[in-house]
Structure formats: C-alpha cells, structure tokens
C-alpha cells in the first residue's frame, strides 16, 4: 500500500528519526517544523496521514487537528510528551484517530500508522446512503444527503465529514432505536475497531455540537447508560 505521512514535530532530532522510520518502510513522507507549514502542505500533497505533535510554536497541534477534520477524514495520530488522560480525550474529540505518547515504540508507531491508513483507505469510498439526493427534515434542520450539508432555519449551512455524515444517516435509518456502540461501528466507515475504540463516542460529540445539542442535557442524541445512543427525531423528507 503507497501510503503518504506527513510529520509535524518541532524537534529536529524527533522529526528527523521519525522520517527515517517512515522512509525506511516505503511510506511516501513529508515533514515540517510548524502547524503552518504542515498547512500548506495539506492544500498541495495527497496526504494519508498526519503525525502531529500537540506542542508546537504558533498554532498548536489540537487546533490544526480541529481544522483538519472539518474537511477531511485524513488519518491523524497525535505525538506528545505528556501522559494527561485529559489532553488525550480533547485529542480524540477534536478529531484525532490516534494517541502515542513519548517515548514511542518505533513498531508499534509503525504498526499503528498502518492499520490506520487501511481503515482511512477503507472508508474513503462512501457507501450507499439512504435515498441519496434526498432532503431529510428533522426538527429545526433539514438535511441534505447528496451535498452531505445540514441546513438550519436561517438557512446556514454546516458541512459534516465523512464519518458525521456516516453516523447521522445510520441515526435516520435507526431513528427511536437504541443502538449500541458495537452497532453503529457496523454501520460507519467500514473501519477495523478494537472494543475500546472511541471513534462513536468523539464522532457523537461533534455531530452533537453541529446540531447544537446540549452535551451535558441532549435532546436530539441521547446516552442511553450501558447500552449506546438513539436518535429521536423522526425524520420525513422534504420535498
């Protein structure tokens, strides 16, 4: 599998000996010092993944993985030096796919990069949605499958990534439903998963964000404790 890396690692010693990694195992790598840099790349180079460490000069780390996934489902693997739960869940809700920590292993580095460039690969074509080209209304939004949009009353547009867009149309053909973590994986990406993966869960928090669903008291999503989520609306379509 061609596989192209981008690393963004302000140490040049880090940066330099995570290239020769990557290099060293046929992947297609690029490198920068900066989240600004790593930018410009993205907007030229066809990139698979990004290796991105949190702490960087100017922009950090989290704040180019929020800007990343709002329009890609690029593979992210986040790089730190800190072992904090709480920075590692921020991570993972603002998009990351993946959390290491320093020191890393060099193989299990490697080996993580892979199996998430064949799950990014696997999802990239988008499967079938229901009735494509349609409009679905729920609540105070509408929802447009084709152009992948939801649309509010004042007529504001918000885009979804692949796998929000995934995740929502699973909830309509599910609407009332409680459907278990185990279930909505099933039904998005086509990505491989280990039992603890969180991918749902941080793909909830930002579909939840976008509709304006109050986390801590939602009304669209709701948490149902030991079991998943389920989605209550009842969509129609729009016609």
Not at 86 to 92: A, K, P, T, V, Y
Not at 148 to 164: A, M, N, P
Not at 205 to 227: E, M, W
């Amino acid at each position: 599998m061609d596989i192209s890396i981008l690393i963004v690692e302000d140490d040049e010693v880090t940066r330099d000996c995570l290239v020769a990694y990557f290099t060293a195992e046929q992947y297609r790598v690029y490198s920068t010092e900066s989240a600004e840099q790593a930018e410009n790349i993205l907007q030229t180079e066809p990139i698979d993944l990004v290796l991105l460490d949190i702490r960087l000069p100017g922009k950090d780390g989290l704040t180019l993985t929020r800007e990343i996934r709002a329009n890609t489902e690029t593979g992210i693997i986040l790089v730190t030096s800190r072992q904090d739960e709480i920075e590692r869940i921020i991570g993972l809700e603002c998009g990351a796919d993946e959390y290491v920590t320093k020191p890393f292993n060099p193989r299990e580095l490697l080996a993580r990069a892979k199996n998430l460039a064949r799950r990014v690969r696997a999802a990239a074509p988008a499967g079938p949605a229901p009735n494509a080209g349609d409009v679905r209304q729920f609540d105070d939004w509408r929802f447009d499958l084709d152009r992948r949009v939801l649309i509010d009353r004042e007529q504001r547009q918000t885009s979804l990534t692949h796998g929000e867009y995934q995740l929502l149309c699973a909830f309509i053909r599910h609407s009332g439903q409680t459907l278990s973590r185990d279930q909505l994986m099933d039904q998005i990406k086509n990505r491989e998963w280990a039992p603890n993966d969180r991918t749902v869960d941080v793909l909830v928090g930002r579909l939840r964000r976008k509709l304006g669903d109050n986390p801590a008291h939602p009304k669209t999503i709701l948490t149902v404790h030991g079991a998943g989520y389920v989605f209550t609306p009842r969509p129609v379509p729009c016609h």
